[in-house]
C-alpha cells in the first residue's frame, strides 16, 4: 500500500489562512477529500494522512469528521496548544475521537522564539503525548534543527516525524554544509522519522527546480535516516505553488527506483504505518 504521509483540507477564508498570502492564489480556494482523490487515482496512492493547517481545535473536528467519512484517509495529525492549560484534557479528547487521531503538531516555523520548542511549559506538554500513543510532527526551517535535536533528546521514548526535511534554504544542487551536519546528527536518533515532502517550495522563487536539483538533498535525508525511517509526503495543495500532484510522485519515484523492493515498500508506505500506527 502507497500511503501520502502529508497533505492538508481547508475551506478558505482570508482571516483564518493568513499564511496564504500574495503570490498563493491558486491555494486561495476550497479543498477538500473530492478534489486529492482523482490524483491519488492517477498516481497510485492508496491512502492519506492528514496534517493541520489551523492552530485550533475545530481544526482536529474536521479533518476528523473527514477521516471518517473517507476510508483512503487513514490518519490526521491534529492541532493541540502543548502549553495550554487544558492540554491534557485536549490531548485525551483528541485521542479518543476515533482510531485515525494519531499525532499532533505545532507549527514552531513560524513562532517568534526559534527557541520555542525548548520552553519548559512546551516540553510538559509533549511529554503527555507518550501516555496517549501519539506522534509529534516537527515543523521547522532548517535554522531550528539544533533545537530540535535538543527536544528530541529530552523525549528519548517520543516518536517523531521530521515534515520537509526541515526546509533546507535550496539555491543550488549543492546544500547547505550545516543542513547537511544536522540532518545526520537529528537521523542519529532512532525514533525520529522523515517525510520526502515539501521541497519543491522551498527551491529559490528565481530558479527552476527539476529532480536532478533536488536529487542531492534527498540523498542527504537517505543517508541520515535510512530507508527505514523515511516517508513520502505531497504537501498538496500547498505544493501546487511549485508542481502539480503526479509531478512530485514522478520525482521521488525516479529517485528511490535504485531502493531494494522491501527498501521501496517501506518508503512508500510502511514507515509510515511504523511511526504512526496506520490501520490499514
Known amino acids: 500500500m502507497k500511503i501520502d504521509a502529508h497533505h492538508h483540507f481547508w475551506n478558505y477564508d482570508a482571516k483564518t489562512y493568513q499564511w496564504i498570502d500574495e503570490g498563493m492564489e491558486v491555494l486561495k480556494k476550497d479543498f477538500a477529500p473530492s478534489d486529492l482523490e482523482a490524483h491519488l487515482k492517477e498516481s497510485g496512492i492508496d491512502g492519506v494522512v492528514s496534517v493541520q493547517a489551523r492552530t485550533n481545535q475545530e481544526e482536529n473536528r474536521f479533518l476528523l469528521d473527514y477521516a471518517g467519512k473517507h476510508d483512503f484517509i487513514k490518519g490526521v495529525v491534529g492541532y493541540v496548544d502543548l502549553t495550554g492549560a487544558k492540554v491534557r ?28 520548542c525548548l520552553r519548559k511549559d512546551f516540553n510538559e506538554g509533549l511529554s503527555l503525548l507518550h ?42 544542487d549543492l546544500p547547505d554544509p550545516e543542513w547537511v551536519n544536522n540532518m545526520k546528527l537529528l537521523g542519529e536518533r532512532e525514533t525520529v ?17 527539476t529532480p536532478q536539483l533536488l536529487r542531492p538533498y534527498f540523498e542527504v535525508a537517505l543517508e541520515a535516516f535510512g530507508p527505514d525511517r523515511l516517508m513520502f509526503g505531497s504537501d498538496w495543495p500547498v505544493c501546487l505553488l511549485r508542481s502539480d500532484y503526479k509531478r512530485w510522485v514522478d520525482t521521488v519515484n525516479s529517485w528511490t527506483e535504485a531502493l531494494s523492493d522491501e527498501e521501496q515498500a517501506a518508503f512508500w508506505g510502511g514507515n509510515a504505518v511504523t511511526a504512526y500506527g496506520l490501520k490499514i
Open 131 to 172: 501516555d496517549f500513543g501519539l506522534v509529534y510532527d516537527i515543523l521547522i526551517f532548517h535554522r531550528h534543527l539544533p533545537n530540535a535535536i535538543q527536544l528530541v533528546d529530552r523525549h528519548p521514548d517520543q516518536v517523531f516525524v521530521l515534515d520537509h526535511i526541515a526546509k533546507p534554504a535550496i539555491q543550488s
Open 193 to 209: 522519522f522523515c517525510k520526502i515532502s515539501g521541497m519543491a517550495t522551498e527551491v529559490a522563487s528565481d530558479l527552476e527546480w
Open 89 to 116: 484534557e485536549e490531548l485525551e479528547n483528541f485521542s479518543q475521537a476515533g482510531p485515525k487521531a494519531l499525532g499532533v503538531r505545532e507549527v514552531l516555523q513560524g513562532m517568534a522564539d526559534d527557541a520555542y
